[in-house]
């Protein structure tokens, strides 16, 4: 699976939106590009998913540049409940085997 | 609804003792995977299984075993506990067969402290 690269922390201010950036430069073709939230003291809930079309759910969106060696996570009108740990991974789907979680953003949402 | 539990939320034992964590799933989900997380290490894979009868080794088992004996249970043993066992498990399935997604869904985890 390709490495990603994140920031550490981002702060954004309650009802606007998060923008969360990825980095995955060494993208291979099938691989997809996945988005999972740790909310503190919970499991990781799975967010959104996608390869190379932008993808939008009920709970965010997914911008993939063109030459899909980044990516953003964009939570439209953010509330304090998304304070999170955001990860992003890139991994070939159903490839089986386990998720590898990096490090993450830390996001604060502050009223 | 499906649902992925676990139980107990809250464990302390003592160092040599034997412990199960337990993990059930009602979504019929062939894989199911074992994770620990540390402050500094982030969600490390100990067991995998990818249906009945079939378990793997991951990044972290030593001190661990699982068996799946049904789709929906993978219950996590330590054969003698130790402190540096003292950890947040997470246990999560996922169902490679659906065409939508293969997303893994985590259960709430439970904390083991093993004094």
């Known amino acids: 699976d390709a490495k990603t690269t994140q920031p550490t922390s981002m702060d954004c201010a309650e009802g606007r939106a998060a923008n969360l950036p990825c980095n995955h430069s060494?993208?291979?073709?099938?691989?997809?590009v996945y988005w999972y939230r740790q909310i503190h003291s919970q499991g990781p809930q799975y967010i959104i998913h996608?390869?190379?079309n932008n993808e939008t759910n009920e709970m965010a969106s997914l911008i993939i540049t063109e030459d899909r060696k980044s990516s953003t996570l964009i939570l439209p009108h953010a509330t304090l409940r998304d304070t999170a740990v955001y990860y992003c991974?890139?991994?070939?789907?159903?490839?089986?085997?386990?998720?590898?979680f990096g490090k993450g953003t830390k996001l604060s949402v502050k009223p | 609804d499906a649902e992925i539990t676990q139980s107990p939320r809250h464990k302390i034992t003592e160092t040599g003792r034997q412990v199960t964590l337990a993990c059930h799933q009602t979504?019929?989900?062939?894989?199911m995977f074992w994770y620990r997380q540390d402050l500094g290490h982030g969600l490390r894979l100990i067991h995998y299984?990818?249906?009945?009868?079939?378990?793997n080794k991951g990044e972290v088992s030593d001190g661990y075993s699982v068996s799946r004996s049904n789709t929906e249970d993978l219950p996590l043993t330590l054969e003698s506990a130790a402190s540096s066992q003292t950890s947040v498990y997470f246990c999560?399935?996922?169902?490679?067969?659906?065409?939508?997604?293969?997303?893994?869904?985590f259960g709430p985890g439970t904390r083991l402290t093993v004094l």
């Open positions: 999560a399935s996922s169902d490679p067969g659906r065409a939508s997604t293969d997303t893994q869904y």
């Open positions: 060494t993208i291979s073709g099938n691989e997809y």
């Open positions: 996608g390869l190379k």
């Open positions: 991974i890139v991994r070939v789907r159903g490839s089986q085997g386990n998720l590898i």
């Open positions: 979504w019929n989900h062939n894989n």
């Open positions: 299984s990818y249906g009945v009868h079939d378990t």
